[in-house]
């Protein structure tokens, strides 16, 4: 039997409060879970510190983005000193930083020729299926099953079906993951199996003619890998098809390795959306990739300079793109990362090879999945190639594995995958496998 030791009433009480405020209490769904979620007042480095006092080691670090951890200080020294130079948070006119910040991820993203900021993972998404119309004139989007590309209508389909729902794997169905979206929405979007290469394609073809954009996570989820062979056949497929290929790198940029999924993988997409690490815990996004592509947003034509009709291009725009205090968090962020990567690589292996071994001591089926410094653990021996196959794995147990490691000290949301920063040490990952070995004694 279990037994909850920490106090944490205080966040209990405060979830109350905030149901006055918010629907939920929350403001944003997934900061939500049963039977409440807990509440923090303090973070430091790899810690985080609740209402009631009780410190965690910080495993979610705001899903994935905290690569640093929590107050680098150089990072609060690299926006003190941008709002010193420059006297102000905001010009709202071109500056300095754009190029600067777009140079860097030039040279670690080669196939972003060109680039444009966002303030979001989910305005990047947005952006990149409205360049891939522009681009294609075609208005279909493609994704895949158990893929999340943020919350615009035209995404929101199949990113965690109900199994009863879900259809053929083959040949999945539609189903929305919100309320409040029409079934035209739904129209305008195409759900494909992972790692199934064969039978993607048999989609694909079938609706070429309609489809502009086939967009993915190539590490779904953060966790699990396309395979070589699968994603190599989709780069040469689209390229056939004349759709555009998106990699959605907002989780895998800069933490599976500093060049991203497309590193790993030696392919060049034609678009790539890239957030999180790179804003260094504070809102961006960005899209970028081929030039001819981009080009459709330029306000005037490049071979004369003279501005272009409003309906000609591709409309983008918002008040805080390439805001310059995040730009000189997200420089300095990449900076440290250079030098330090290795070791949240090497952190992120010994707990994963540490954990496996707890699990099979114990005769519990588990398995680690992921590449570079995020990685999950699935309770199944069966191996894991798409959202369908992870569905089998065992969930309940997962999550109370999961519920009775924050009372012992170690925080991720429950089921959530694992993210380490620079700040995970041999230290932490010792407590976090003392801690999982106290669990999985009482379990
Ligand atoms: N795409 C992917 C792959 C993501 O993981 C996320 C965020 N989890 C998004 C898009 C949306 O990003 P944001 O939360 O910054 O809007």
Known sequence: ????????????????????????????????????????????????????????????????????????????????????NSGTWLFGTPHQLEVDFGKMIQHFYPSIELLRYTNSGTEATLLA??????????????????????????????INPDIGEAGPFKEPNVVPDSKGLSKQDGQQTIILPFNDLEASEEILRKHCDEIGALVLEPVQGGFIPAEQRFIEGIRQLTKELGIVLIFDEVKTGFRVSLGGAQEVYGIKPDLTTLGKVIGGGFPIGIVGGKKEILMESAPVEESNGKELSSKDVLFHSGTYNGHPMILAAGMETVKVLEKEIDHVFQMTDILRKALESLFFNKGI????????????????????????????????????????????????????RYSLSTCHGEEEIAKTVEAYRKVLMEI
């Open 129 to 158: 299926l409205r360049f891939a119309s522009a681009y294609t004139g075609k208005y279909k989007v493609a994704k895949f099953e158990g893929h999340y590309h943020g919350g615009h209508n035209q995404v929101l389909f199949s």
């Open 365 to 416: 089926d588990m398995q680690t999945l992921g590449i570079g410094s995020m990685f999950n653990i699935a309770l199944t021996d069966r191996d894991i190639y798409n959202y369908r196959d992870y569905q089998k794995s065992n969930f309940e147990l997962r999550k109370r594995i999961d519920m009775a490691l924050l009372d012992k000290g170690v925080y991720t949301k429950p089921l959530n």
């Open 1 to 84: 039997m279990l037994e909850v030791t920490r106090e944490t009433n205080s966040s209990f009480q405060f979830m109350k409060e905030a149901c006055t405020v918010m629907p939920g209490g929350v403001t944003a769904n997934i900061k939500f879970f049963s039977p409440y979620p807990l509440v923090m007042k303090r973070a430091d480095q790899a810690y985080l510190t609740d209402l009631d006092g009780n410190q965690y080691i910080d495993y979610l670090l705001s899903y994935s983005a905290l690569i640093l951890g929590h107050g680098h200080p150089k990072i609060a020294e690299a926006i003190q000193k941008q709002i010193e």
